[in-house]
């Protein structure tokens, strides 16, 4: 019963450097999603992908990308990264509108420091 | 973008007290989202609310569902150490599989 698993927990980048933060469901999701949490900044979208094949834009999307090439996986890439990236990430599914509720299941976070 | 205020921001209370937190918009939500987020784990939800007027317990937790649309409340009874954490509103507008959340009120409950 994994439901959303992320990985890694904890990482530490040099300003510079590009890494790939992983995110997997067991839930036959379609709707995946990014969130980054800041100290009195509440959760903000990142980016989000109603489906394989298909990602959008959220509200802070810059120096991020993503690709949604499975139904269970939704890998967050940064490419180069900056002290301003320095947050907690959260990596979140739901069941799309069709099936009537959207109900967001978050994982444990992933939480990172750009030095 | 669209944003949820969520007041208050922080709430120290005694064991055994009633909380009360609530989140409004200016824009009309179809669904609203309470979540719960312990130090070091994501959030997990705690109530949904899907019709106007709805009104939902799951344990001492009950919460609202605006008649405007535009609102939601949690109320926590008889608060205990263990709903110390950050609370959080989210909201869903028709047509849209994506989910605003509010800025969270912190919990603290004092033994």
């Known amino acids: 019963n994994a439901g959303v698993t992320q990985t890694p927990k904890f990482q530490v980048l040099k300003t510079g450097q590009s890494m790939t933060l992983q995110c997997a469901q067991d839930?036959?999701?379609?709707?995946m999603s990014w969130y980054r949490q800041d100290p009195g900044m509440g959760l903000r979208l990142i980016h989000y992908s109603v489906g394989a094949g298909i990602t959008d834009q959220g509200e802070v999307p810059n120096g991020y990308n993503v690709s949604r090439s499975t139904t269970e996986d939704f890998p967050l890439r940064l490419l180069s990264a900056a002290p301003s990236q320095t947050s907690v990430y959260f990596c979140a599914s739901s069941p799309n509108l069709r099936v009537g509720n959207t109900e967001a299941f978050f994982g444990q976070g992933t939480r990172l420091t750009v030095v | 973008g669209q944003q949820l205020n969520q007041s208050p921001q922080s709430m120290f209370i005694q064991e055994g007290e009633d909380v009360s937190m609530n989140c409004t918009s200016s824009s009309i939500f179809n669904t609203w989202l309470w979540y719960k987020q312990d130090p070091g784990e994501g959030p997990v939800l705690l109530i949904a609310l899907y019709k106007a007027g709805e009104l939902t317990s799951n344990g001492r937790l009950t919460a609202q569902f605006g008649i405007t649309r535009k609102d939601s409340f949690l109320n926590i009874s008889a608060s205990i150490p263990s709903d110390v954490g950050i609370y959080f509103c989210a909201g869903r507008q028709g047509g849209s599989e994506k989910l605003v959340f509010g800025k969270g009120t912190k919990l603290t409950v004092n033994p």
């Open positions: 839930m036959n999701h379609e709707y």
